[in-house]
């Protein structure tokens, strides 16, 4: 059974920094996962991802050069470091897969970015 659980959410000032992390379950770890994220009122988007084989990194530009993600196949767990977070990061993050065509969501973690 696959399981993608987050953690490590929590409330920051403006230029503060969090690090979320999302362990896996049921599935071999070594594919391509992905950071989403969805503000109250807005779609979700996508935030980050890496690919399984290669491991190459994409973010999207409004957090390019502030996120980092990373993994450790060992502990079945994917991070994302935000840095110099902005109130306009607020949002549950959501981690997810898509497993030979099935997706898979997590249940998200809530950042919120305010002074």
């Known amino acids: 059974q696959v399981q993608l659980v987050e953690s490590g959410g929590g409330l920051v000032q403006p230029g503060g920094s969090l690090n979320v992390s999302c362990v896996a379950s049921?599935?071999?770890?070594?594919?391509?996962m992905n950071w989403y994220r969805q503000a109250a009122g807005k779609e979700r988007e996508f935030v980050a991802a890496?690919?399984?084989?290669?491991?190459?990194?994409n973010y999207a530009d409004n957090v390019k050069g502030r996120f980092t993600l990373s993994r450790d196949n060992a502990k079945n767990t994917m991070y994302l470091q935000m840095d110099n977070l902005k109130p306009e990061d607020t949002a549950v993050y959501y981690c997810?897969?898509?497993?030979?065509?099935?997706?898979?969501w997590g249940k998200g973690t809530q950042v919120t970015v305010s002074s």
């Open positions: 049921g599935f071999r770890f070594i594919l391509a």
């Open positions: 890496i690919s399984g084989s290669s491991g190459k990194i």
């Open positions: 997810y897969i898509n497993l030979d065509g099935m997706e898979y």
